[in-house]
């Protein structure tokens, strides 16, 4: 079956740095839209992230931009986001999140990891 696999959280300093993996199983990765989530606690489930079957179309949200960094490797099958400049508000649970067509939406996304912890202290 499909398993998604976070990896990379944990607590960090205001200004810190982490980089987040997702290792894929059980699908043809270079077939699929992989995109990163975040939810806080008390908040909606949040787009952060997403890059094209290829890597070179990839978006932001605003409130990530110059910051995070999505990227994959389709060779590992495996989807990374390298975040900088951490804040206390990116405090959140990250997922990635596997999809056929290319969209900022949760619930466009088929397929989904358990998430990580990515706690920033301030």
């Known amino acids: 079956q499909v398993q998604l696999v976070e990896s990379g959280g944990g607590l960090v300093q205001d200004g810190g740095s982490l980089r987040l993996s997702c290792a894929a199983s059980?699908?043809?990765?270079?077939?699929?839209?992989m995109g990163w989530f975040r939810q806080a606690p008390g908040k909606e489930r949040e787009f952060v992230a997403a890059i094209t079957r290829s890597g070179i179309n990839i978006d932001y949200a605003d409130s990530v931009k110059g910051r995070f960094t999505i990227s994959r490797d389709n060779a590992k099958n495996t989807a990374y986001l390298q975040m900088i400049s951490l804040k206390p508000e990116d405090t959140a649970v990250y997922y990635c999140?596997?999809?056929?067509?290319?969209?900022?939406?949760?619930?466009?996304?088929?397929?989904w990891g358990q998430g990580t912890q990515v706690t920033v202290s301030s």
């Open positions: 059980g699908l043809t990765f270079s077939r699929y839209i």
């Open positions: 999140a596997a999809a056929v067509s290319y969209s900022s939406k949760w619930f466009d996304y088929n397929f």
